[in-house]
């Protein structure tokens, strides 16, 4: 019996590797097989900032879309959120004629229940921000300052989500004595981009691999 076919869609967000594209990718496998699906293509974007939810932004997406319309195939997400979490970005995607379907909630889920967990979604973003300012607020009343050393801390806590979401392409090549210009190379190929966007270079990929321990 012939598998249908599939396009996985994955999403990294450099300051936030909560789902990495590794368990994207094997989320999406384990539906495939559950289910009867072949993957047929991959599309992995990276984002470096927020505002990505245009389309036009998302160029691994609409590549993502044009495969599936062609093939008449379903476009598969790990997770919602690696999607989208604003409702209006996912009624714009429905209009495109394209279904989708998110692994952790089964292949049943219609277009109607999608935009009602995207609007959950959207809903909980909006109180953790709201939370957060308050809790800061708070605490500037309190004459707590929140100055540099609060914000070199967490850049540093950023920079080390990011390495960590990128040592499962780093480390493999490091240990086998990969060039930089190598690892570069094999990150840019998985458009995993550094932080600042554009290509890797090779002294970004010598501080990306001394701060995984693996100089």
Same mark, same amino acid.
């Given at each position: 019996?012939?598998?249908?076919?599939?396009?996985?869609?994955?999403?990294?967000?450099?300051?936030?590797?909560?789902?990495?594209?590794?368990?994207?990718?094997?989320?999406? %496998?384990?539906?495939? *097989?559950?289910?009867?699906?072949?993957?047929? !293509?991959?599309? @992995? %974007?990276?984002?470096?900032?927020?505002?990505?939810?245009?389309?036009?932004?998302?160029?691994?997406?609409?590549?993502? #879309? =044009?495969?599936? /319309?062609? #093939?008449?195939?379903?476009? +598969?997400?790990? /997770?919602?959120?690696? $999607?989208?979490?604003? @409702?209006?970005?996912?009624?714009? #995607?429905?209009?495109? /004629? +394209?279904?989708?379907?998110?692994? *952790?909630?089964?292949?049943?889920?219609?277009?109607?229940?999608?935009?009602?967990?995207?609007?959950?979604? *959207?809903?909980?973003?909006?109180?953790?921000?709201?939370?957060?300012? =308050?809790? $800061?607020?708070?605490?500037? =009343?309190?004459?707590?300052?929140?100055?540099?050393?609060? $914000?070199?801390?967490?850049?540093?806590?950023? !920079?080390?989500?990011?390495?960590? !979401?990128?040592?499962?392409?780093?480390?493999?090549?490091?240990?086998?004595?990969?060039? $930089?210009?190598?690892?570069?190379?094999?990150?840019?190929?998985?458009?995993?981009?550094?932080?600042? !966007?554009?290509?890797?270079?090779?002294?970004?990929?010598?501080?990306?691999? *001394?701060?995984?321990?693996?100089?």
């Amino acid at each position: 019996m012939s598998k249908t076919p599939i396009v996985a869609y994955a999403r990294v967000s450099t300051g936030k590797q909560s789902l990495g594209l590794d368990a994207q990718s094997d989320a999406i %496998e384990r539906f495939a *097989e559950a289910h009867g699906h072949e993957v047929v !293509g991959v599309y @992995v %974007e990276t984002e470096t900032g927020k505002g990505f939810d245009a389309l036009d932004r998302r160029p691994k997406l609409a590549a993502a #879309l =044009a495969q599936a /319309k062609k #093939l008449k195939a379903p476009v +598969v997400v790990a /997770k919602l959120d690696r $999607l989208s979490r604003d @409702v209006a970005f996912i009624a714009t #995607l429905m209009t495109k /004629k +394209v279904p989708f379907v998110v692994a *952790e909630l089964g292949p049943d889920i219609d277009p109607f229940m999608l935009h009602i967990y995207a609007a959950v979604a *959207e809903k909980e973003r909006a109180m953790i921000s709201a939370r957060t300012k =308050a809790a $800061l607020g708070a605490k500037k =009343a309190r004459g707590v300052v929140l100055g540099n050393a609060a $914000l070199a801390r967490a850049n540093r806590a950023k !920079g080390v989500a990011i390495a960590e !979401g990128l040592r499962p392409v780093v480390e493999p090549l490091a240990r086998d004595g990969a060039s $930089l210009r190598t690892i570069g190379r094999a990150l840019d190929d998985r458009s995993l981009a550094p932080p600042q !966007g554009g290509k890797w270079q090779a002294q970004q990929v010598k501080r990306l691999v *001394e701060r995984l321990g693996l100089a």
